[in-house]
T-cell receptor
Framework: EPEVTQTPSHQVTQMGQEVILRCVPI?????FYWYRQILGQKVEFLVSFYNNEISEKSEIFDDQFSVERPDGSNFTLKIRSTKLEDSAMYFC????????????FGPGTRLTVL | AQKVTQAQTEISVVEKEDVTLDCVYETRDTTYYLFWYKQPPSGELVFLIR??????QNEISGRYSWNFQKSTSSFNFTITASQVVDSAVYFC????????????FGDGTTLTVKP
């Protein structure tokens, strides 16, 4: 069964450094998402991406964040200058066709900012 | 705006007991999907079920069952004869047709099943 993959599984970085989290959505999917889960809290929507542009973003997704689909398979989340409060689990998700639909979530990347 | 409320923060049961996790949602859309996910200690989100707003049939899958009631905006999840392996955080989520498929999650319910 096709699945969403994410790399790395765990990323440790120093405050102020840039990080790029990578995701490979399911190949025929059209909509892509990033979510964040601070430890012990709920899963929060960050951004949705369709047709090579952001379709919606939350208040969390400020100028420090950016997303990109650099090729036909990868979907990346960049945090330009990490802060301690960016420490969280980041989930990538994708859906096939028109919304709403079942989101397929990746296993997550745990980001630790020191 | 969409909202999902899981009023039960933590539930603890003894193995073989039945347990129901509550989920209440708010939405202005007439077309939406409801989901339940399981998050074990390893951290991944495991998809359990999707329910379309037009389909109020209850569903049973093994020891799991779901009760969707539009009249009360609720989508409750029952585990029958709970097992230790059911211990996890369970999230209810809502996705609206008008929001490009993004999901709004509840705060989650931590279920502990004791042997």
């Amino acid at each position: 069964e096709p699945e969403v993959t994410q790399t790395p599984s765990h990323q440790v970085t120093q405050m102020g450094q840039e990080v790029i989290l990578r995701c490979v959505p399911i190949s025929n999917h059209l909509y892509f998402y990033w979510y964040r889960q601070i430890l012990g809290q709920k899963v929060e929507f960050l951004v949705s991406f369709y047709n090579n542009e952001i379709s919606e973003k939350s208040e969390i997704f400020d100028d420090q964040f950016s997303v990109e689909r650099p090729d036909g398979s990868n979907f990346t989340l960049k945090i330009r200058s990490t802060k301690l409060e960016d420490s969280a689990m980041y989930f990538c998700a994708s859906i096939n066709g028109g919304a709403p639909d079942t989101q397929y979530f990746g296993p997550g990347t745990r980001l630790t900012v020191l | 705006a969409q909202k999902v409320t899981q009023a039960q923060t933590e539930i603890s049961v003894v193995e073989k007991e039945d347990v129901t996790l509550d989920c209440v949602y708010e939405t202005r859309d007439t077309t939406y999907y409801l989901f339940w996910y399981k998050q074990p200690p390893s951290g991944e989100l495991v998809f359990l079920i999707r329910r379309n707003s037009f389909d109020e049939q209850n569903e049973i899958s093994g020891r799991y069952s779901w009760n969707f009631q539009k009249s009360t905006s609720s989508f409750n999840f029952t585990i029958t004869a709970s097992q230790v392996v059911d211990s996890a955080v369970y999230f209810c989520a809502l996705s609206e047709a008008g929001n490009a498929g993004k999901s709004t999650f509840g705060d989650g319910t931590t279920l502990t099943v004791k042997p």
